[in-house]
């Protein structure tokens, strides 16, 4: 097991090395002028020549590519002051450290990541389970159904609904907002539930039908059938045999769900006007801060890597002929 860890730890390290590298050189390929861009639009001669020396951008591309992925293990040294490891480069617009940025924000992202995947999970897979387990009755049609219906509806169609129902309209609530979990657990609650919810929405359908189809599979399996030909009890087989086995498929659409959200729900946050790692992505492509677009692909293309590497754990766990492969 150990040794299958490591194997996919060593493959981890060299994709998000390659993944550094292709960022790097694509937008260092770009026709626009970095030190241009960090200007401004009225910039003197001399003003541009001084940021360009600062950004390190009269250096040999050679030189530059090293000092940006040195930068992420040891640190860089700015103008401004010493960037630590992992440094991802100063934002061109606001002048912070980018890491520092996607820090500040990612507390918010990973509260609406952590409280959709609690509702779609609970929600979805059980209702899914339980359709399935409940196949061909009302129970089985009504969840179908619902959950064909949900996964019709989009964030950007359904948060504004539900923005105006409960907060412009009825007034029982108060504008999605972020409060820092350690300050108030109630008030991150509050403030985030709405986004939570609606977010969880199109999963919890999708999660419903995935975890009903799966189930209905293993049912099927021999080693199931064997189980029930023995005289076993319905609901031991059910949990015993087949339910640990229809997990593999929704662990294997979870790690990147989650991978997905921690990366950026770009809709969700753009939707409740919300300051995280997706509204800092927009930003960064809007006011063409090259520095910050990069830092936010390399930290979601890591949570990615980090995810792939936790369902292959989880995999390995639940069925160990994957250790083999």
Not at 52 to 77: E, H, K, Y
């Amino acid at each position: 097991m150990l040794q299958f860890i490591l194997r996919r730890l060593v493959g981890a390290v060299v994709t998000l090395f390659l993944i550094g590298a292709a960022t790097f050189f694509l937008f260092v390929a770009a026709p626009s002028d970095y030190a241009s861009l960090a200007c401004g639009k009225d910039c003197s001669p001399q003003r541009l020549e001084e940021i360009r020396t600062a950004l390190g951008l009269n250096l040999p591309i050679a030189q530059q590519f090293w000092d940006f992925m040195s930068g992420i293990v040891t640190g860089r040294d700015f103008p401004q002051g010493h960037c630590a490891a992992p440094c991802l480069g100063q934002s061109f617009y606001s002048g912070d450290m980018v890491w520092a940025t996607i820090m500040d924000r990612f507390p918010l992202t990973l509260s609406l990541t952590l409280g959709a995947i609690v509702v779609f999970l609970t929600v979805g897979v059980g209702t899914g389970m339980l359709a399935a387990y409940r196949r061909g009755t009302l129970v089985d049609k009504i969840a179908t159904g619902s959950s064909m219906v949900l996964s019709s509806f989009q964030i950007y169609f359904l948060g504004p609904i539900v923005l105006l129902i409960f907060v412009y309209s009825t007034g029982w609530v108060e504008d999605p907002k972020y409060v820092p979990f350690t300050e108030s657990p109630f008030g991150w609650l509050a403030g985030l539930w709405i986004p939570m919810v609606v977010m969880a929405t199109i999963f919890t359908a999708q999660y419903t039908r995935m975890a009903r189809a799966s189930l209905i599979e293993q049912l099927a399996e021999e080693h199931v059938r064997t189980a029930k030909a023995k005289g076993m009890p319905k609901r031991y087989v059910f949990f015993r045999y087949a339910w640990r086995g229809s997990l593999i498929p929704i662990v294997t659409v979870l790690g990147i769900d989650i991978s997905a959200l921690l990366g950026g729900g770009v809709v969700t946050e753009l939707t409740f006007s919300l300051q995280g790692i997706g509204r800092l992505a927009v930003d960064g492509a809007t006011t063409k801060d090259l520095p910050l677009t990069m830092g936010v692909m390399l930290f979601g293309a890591f949570f990615i890597l980090l995810l792939n590497i936790l369902v292959d754990i989880v995999y390995a766990w639940i069925d160990p002929r994957v250790r083999l492969s």
